[in-house]
Nanobody, 114 residues
Framework: QVQLVESGGGLVQAGGSLRLSCAYS????????MGWYRQAPGKQRELVAF??????TNYADSVKGRFTISRDNAKNTYLQMNSLKPEDTAVYYC?????????WGQGTQVTVSS
């Protein structure tokens, strides 16, 4: 059974940094991609960044140059967020595609004050 647990959210001032972590438990051999999504109040969930099994990455235009996704031992995933803006405020969700199925974490709140 795949489980994803996020941590590292919190309150930060604009211009600050946070590092989100996603702890993965389950079969690691079937992981095709892992990523981060976010959902702000009243808005749809949107892709922030993802990393493929081979290590290639992709980012939303709004976070390019500020956020970095990484992975260790092909299992845990991290999102380093720098130069945070108030518009980055949202619940951030970890996501994994494993053997063709999609799994989600419970989310962690990130709030950026101006």
């Amino acid at each position: 059974q795949v489980q994803l647990v996020e941590s590292g959210g919190g309150l930060v001032q604009a211009g600050g940094s946070l590092r989100l972590s996603c702890a993965y438990s389950g079969n690691i051999f079937g992981i095709n991609a892992m990523g981060w999504y976010r959902q702000a109040p009243g808005k749809q969930r949107e892709l922030v960044a993802f990393i493929m099994r081979g290590g290639s990455t992709n980012y939303a235009d709004s976070v390019k140059g500020r956020f970095t996704i990484s992975r260790d031992n092909a299992k845990n995933t991290y999102l380093q967020m720098n130069s945070l803006k108030p518009e980055d405020t949202a619940v951030y969700y970890c996501n994994a595609e494993v053997f063709g199925r999609t799994y989600w974490g419970q989310g962690t709140q990130v709030t950026v004050s101006s």
